[in-house]
């Protein structure tokens, strides 16, 4: 299945999650896009130790999925 995650927040945690249930459908053998709209065009904006926005948007990029902003 092709996934779309549109993403539009600038909230650290809110792109974290975002990443990270990107990599998890990428996982579980999906397609999967993500959008980055308005605030969220700053993906790695409040990358932190306590939400590795970074790391997992290496992750992301490394299985494949597609990041578009």
Do not use: C, H
């Amino acid at each position: 299945m092709q996934v779309l995650i549109i993403l539009s927040s600038n909230d650290p945690e809110v792109k974290w999650n975002a990443v990270r249930f990107g990599n998890f459908l990428l996982n579980e053998g999906e397609d999967v896009t993500l959008f980055l709209n308005a605030g969220a065009v700053d993906l790695y904006a409040g990358d932190s130790e306590a939400f590795p926005i970074a790391e997992q948007a290496k992750m992301f990029a490394l299985s494949e999925g597609v990041l578009v902003a």
